[in-house]
């Protein structure tokens, strides 16, 4: 059964740093396209960055810069770290294999990110 676990999210102050974490099972992890999405209040669930098997990555345009996406597919785990955090950023977090995304599926209970001071 595919199952996502985020976790990481938190309060912190603008310009603040957060990592966080996503752990995956049920697939063949390494072989997929993972993404990071968010979700602010009263709008709807954005793309933020995916990361290829092979390690290549895009990025929205609003976080280009700030955010990093990485993997590790020996822990079947995505990360993505946020540097340089803006109020704008304040939303949940989910992230899912991009063509289970696409598909409306496994969506993972997501972290909360809020920055605020």
């Known amino acids: 059964q595919v199952q996502v676990v985020e976790s990481g999210g938190g309060l912190v102050r603008p310009g603040g740093s957060l990592r966080l974490s996503c752990a995956a099972s049920g697939f063949t992890f390494s072989t997929y396209v993972m993404g990071w999405y968010r979700q602010a209040p009263g709008k709807q669930r954005d793309l933020v960055a995916t990361?290829?098997?092979?390690?290549?990555?895009k990025y929205a345009d609003s976080v280009q810069g700030r955010f990093t996406i990485s993997r590790d597919n020996a822990k079947n785990t995505v990360y993505l770290q946020m540097d340089s955090l803006k109020p704008e950023d304040t939303a949940v977090y989910y992230c899912?294999?991009?063509?289970?995304?696409?598909?409306?599926?496994?969506w993972g209970q997501g972290t909360q990110v809020t920055v605020s001071s």
């Open positions: 899912n294999a991009a063509v289970y995304a696409v598909l409306g599926r496994f």
């Open positions: 990361i290829n098997s092979d390690g290549s990555t």
